[in-house]
């Protein structure tokens, strides 16, 4: 049974950092494609991050470039994103998911095969 597991989300000041973490259980992760997304009360889910399989390439939404960093460890099978001078904007559930095949694409969540449960994150101003 493949499953994704998130933790690190909490309640940080403005201008705080956290880094989230993703485990992938079941399988390789080093197979696997992977990308964070976000869904604020009320909006619908937005793509923060995306990383291929090797987590020499990675893409970034406009505003987390330069704050945010998506990595990941194969030999742990588990995935990052570091977040660094968080905005109240930035308060949201975050996601994990994972997809093999081709890397492009990468911010459509729909053609992401497997979804963690979110982990909370708040940002107070």
């Known amino acids: 049974q493949v499953q994704l597991v998130e933790s690190g989300g909490g309640l940080v000041q403005s201008g705080g950092s956290l880094e989230l973490s993703c485990v992938l259980y079941?399988?390789?992760?080093?197979?696997?494609?992977m990308a964070w997304f976000r869904q604020a009360p009320g909006k619908e889910r937005e793509f923060v991050a995306a990383?291929?399989?090797?987590?020499?390439?990675?893409d970034y939404e406009d505003s987390t470039k330069g704050r945010f960093t998506i990595s990941k460890d194969n030999a742990k099978n588990t995935g990052y994103l570091q977040m660094n001078s968080l905005k109240p904007e930035d308060t949201a559930i975050y996601y994990c998911?994972?997809?093999?095949?081709?890397?492009?694409?990468?911010?459509?969540?729909?053609?992401?095969?497997?979804w963690g449960q979110g982990t909370q994150v708040t940002v107070s101003s």
């Open positions: 079941g399988r390789a992760l080093r197979s696997y494609h």
């Open positions: 990383c291929d399989w090797s987590g020499g390439t990675t």
């Open positions: 998911g994972v997809r093999k095949g081709d890397y492009t694409d990468y911010q459509y969540g729909g053609r992401y095969d497997h």
